[in-house]
């Protein structure tokens, strides 16, 4: 019964390792780092997407005060998958907490509910929203060497 159970063991273990990826079909990550400038000055809490066009998924990183970020695909910092990604950024305008009243408060209106006060500006060039016009990209190698990637935005 042991060799029989030890057999099935070993047989899906061998199944899994078949099929070219993780027990859990996640893609292998790689760590990238690196940081976001605009006008010359490290941008803080900006958004950087990868999307690799050949796995269809993205990676996302968010830099921190000091223009910083590390990319995550899966877990935090866990890195971005190998091959040929296209790049976004983007940074908003933090607008204040609103000082409506929420559900429950006396004065509160559902009909105004979730409405900003203002929409949020972008505050870096438009062209960097999107995959297409963004003129970002780079090939991330499977190993752990990757070099940092440092985007230089411009107007």
Request: proline letters at 13%.
């Given at each position: 019964m042991k060799r029989l159970s030890l057999a099935f063991g070993l047989l899906m273990?061998?199944?899994c390792l078949g099929c070219g990826g993780s027990v859990d079909g996640r893609l292998p990550t790689y760590k990238?780092?690196?940081t976001v400038k605009y006008k010359g000055k490290l941008l803080d809490n900006a958004d950087v997407i990868l999307q690799f066009a050949e796995h269809n998924k993205t990676s996302f990183g968010r830099t921190n005060s000091s223009g910083e970020f590390a990319?995550?695909?899966?877990?935090?910092?866990d890195g971005a998958l190998a091959g040929e990604a296209l790049i976004t950024v983007t940074k908003w305008e933090e607008l204040p907490a609103s000082t409506a009243p929420i559900a429950?408060?006396?004065g509160y209106d559902p009909s105004k509910a979730y409405v900003p006060e203002k929409a949020p500006k972008?505050?870096?060039?438009k062209k960097y929203s999107d995959f297409k016009t963004?003129?970002?990209k780079i090939v991330i190698d499977a190993n752990s060497k990757?070099?940092?990637?440092?985007?230089?935005l411009e107007d």
């Open positions: 273990l061998f199944m990238v780092a690196g990319l995550t695909t899966y877990e935090n910092a429950g408060q006396p972008l505050l870096v060039p963004s003129g970002l990757n070099p940092p990637l440092n985007l230089e």
